[in-house]
């Protein structure tokens, strides 16, 4: 968990909602992982140790996310414009991260 909360703080957007370029995976897997004032996180903030953050714009289909779709019937959607996944625990974002090999783009 530690290499996502590292790649989170250095990945950290300037402005107050500005946008994190997509985590990539070392499997090729992509997905946004935003933390501001105006995204499903937990606490509410660009800086500060989350417990939870608002997933989007996945590359491929992940199960382990489909229980945090905001919309259910749409949780297979993927990339620009697809689901999105409020509020999903930090521990279960740095599992998948670790299943699809670990973060490449460092």
């Given at each position: 968990?530690n290499e996502?909360?590292?790649?989170?703080?250095?990945s950290?957007?300037?402005a107050?909602w500005?946008?994190?370029?997509?985590?990539?995976?070392?499997?090729?897997?992509?997905?946004s992982?935003q933390?501001?004032?105006?995204?499903?996180?937990a606490?509410?903030?660009?800086?500060?140790?989350?417990?939870?953050?608002?997933?989007?714009?996945?590359?491929?289909?992940?199960?382990?996310l489909?229980?945090y779709?905001e919309?259910p019937?749409?949780?297979t959607?993927l990339?620009?414009?697809g689901?999105?996944?409020p509020?999903?625990p930090?521990?279960?974002?740095?599992?998948i991260v670790?299943?699809?090999?670990?973060i490449?783009?460092?």
């Open positions: 968990m996502l909360v590292e790649w989170l703080v250095d950290n957007p300037i107050k500005g946008i994190r370029r997509p985590l990539i995976c070392c499997d090729g897997f992509q997905m992982i933390t501001s004032a105006l995204h499903y996180c606490p509410q903030g660009v800086l500060g140790a989350w417990t939870h953050v608002e997933i989007g714009s996945i590359s491929i289909i992940e199960p382990l489909w229980r779709a919309t019937a749409e949780w959607k990339a620009a414009g689901a999105v996944y509020y999903v930090i521990e279960l974002v740095a599992a670790e299943l699809h090999g670990g490449k783009n460092r």
